[in-house]
Every structure is written in C-alpha cells, then in structure tokens.
C-alpha cells in the first residue's frame, strides 16, 4: 500500500466519540506533556489491523506515515517498520548481509524520525522491537551501539530519552542488564514522571529476566535518591515485606 491510502483508510475509520477519550487519556490539553497530538479516534487493535494489510509498504512510504499529524497513523507507520523488521530479525537471518543491511536501514530511518514517536504508547510499541533488537544483532552501522543510545539519552527530547530506557526491555529479556543499569542511573533524576516510570518499569523487568540480586544492589545504591514512582515500579514484583523495606528506604 501507498501511504496515501493508508492514511484515507485510517480517515475513513474516525470515531468523533473515542478520539475525545484519547485526547484526554494522553494527555493533549495545554501544558501537558501530549499538547497539540491530534487523534482520529481509533483504538490499537483498529490500527494494527491496518499494519497487517500495510505490512510491505515500501520503506520510503514510511516517513510520511511517521510525519502525519495524526497520531494513529504515525502509530502505523512505526508498526509497519516494527513489522518488517522483526521478519528480517527471525534466527535464519541474522548473519544474512542482505537482512543486516535492510534491519539497519530501518534503524536509521527509526532514528531520523524518533521525535516523531512523540508520546509514550508509540516509544513503548516501537523502541524495544527495533532498537531494542538491533542491539542484539549483527549490524554493519560502524557508529558504537552505545554511542548510539548515548546520543537518544542526552538529546533534549523526552521521547528520545525514553527509548534510550524503554528499549533495554529486548536486552534485559535476553539476558544482559547492561543497558538498562546504564541508563537508569542516567535518567534516575530525570524531572517527568514519565521517565520516573520507564525506569521503574525497566528496573523491574531487568530484576524479573536477569537477576533479582542486580536490582536489589542497584535500589542499595540508589534507593535513598531514587523519585519515589521509580522506587514502586520497580519493586512491585517483591513480596509486601521487602517492598515496605525499600520504601523506607
């Protein structure tokens, strides 16, 4: 499909009467951290239905998806290279230059319009499943992987702050914490609550796929400082004992 026609298709769905919940629930209205996002009115599973009819879009269609003043469509367009990506991540292809060569095109191409991803449901649906992956696999991008998330965590931009976190989901779900205890600490005194919550969240799946003992040595270092929605993210999995320990903490 064009993007043009996605975006008729996705038009043509409107629903007046959703699209006022979701002005509210991500929080559109002046000084709120969604301000200005525009909304059709569908729901995921609407726009994922798209997705799977849209699913081999040509990958320069995409930016005008990712550019699109409604949020939905923007959705789409970064499902459809979640998608395609994850068909060229599969294990068969990981070491396939080809594959490695289309993965990191996505990834630039992630990369160039991460500003786009511009409320918390679209880094969260996105940041794992590319950036998260490509992380994991062969890549021929000579830049470092971490300088790479570096630049996502010193950048300005909340949204690009909270992929430099939310992606170590992919990698703490394989096995390594590295990514995660790294940025963590990066952002543990960040001001939004939203990157207060991105980094509870991240503590506690590191604490759930890796190890409970690194998460507990990283609350013994850190807890004291730690925001306290942070704190009760990442803690929510232990048993009532433990968890009013940290919170005296």
Not at 74 to 87: A, D, K, P, T, Y
Not at 175 to 191: F, I, K, N, Q, T
């Amino acid at each position: 499909m064009l993007a043009e026609d996605i975006i008729a298709l996705m038009e043509s769905m409107r629903n007046e009467a959703q699209r006022q919940v979701l002005m509210g629930f991500f929080k559109t209205g002046e000084g709120e951290y969604g301000e200005g996002d525009e909304f059709l009115g569908l729901k995921v599973p609407q726009t994922r239905e798209v997705v799977k009819q849209a699913q081999d879009t040509p990958l320069e269609e995409i930016p005008t998806l990712l550019m699109s003043r409604w949020h939905e469509v923007r959705l789409c367009g970064l499902l459809i290279l979640v998608s395609q990506f994850e068909r060229l991540a599969k294990p068969k292809l990981a070491d396939n230059q080809d594959a490695i060569r289309r993965r990191d095109e996505i990834l630039r191409m992630y990369l160039q319009y991460a500003h786009q991803a511009n409320n918390w449901d679209l880094v969260d649906l996105s940041a794992p499943k590319i950036l998260g992956r490509w992380l994991l696999l062969p890549t021929l991008i000579t830049t470092p992987k971490l300088q790479v998330l570096d630049e996502l965590a010193h950048s300005d931009n909340l949204w690009k702050k909270r992929m430099s976190i939310v992606c170590s989901w992919t990698t703490s779900r394989d096995g390594d914490p590295s990514y995660c205890l790294r940025y963590a600490e990066m952002h543990l005194h960040h001001p939004h609550d939203l990157m207060h919550k991105a980094v509870g969240w991240m503590l506690r799946e590191m604490g759930k796929y890796v190890s409970m003992d690194l998460l507990r040595a990283f609350l013994q270092q850190h807890a004291h400082e730690m925001p306290r929605t942070s704190l009760r993210y990442a803690i929510e999995k232990m048993d009532d004992d433990e968890r009013k320990y940290w919170m005296r903490r």
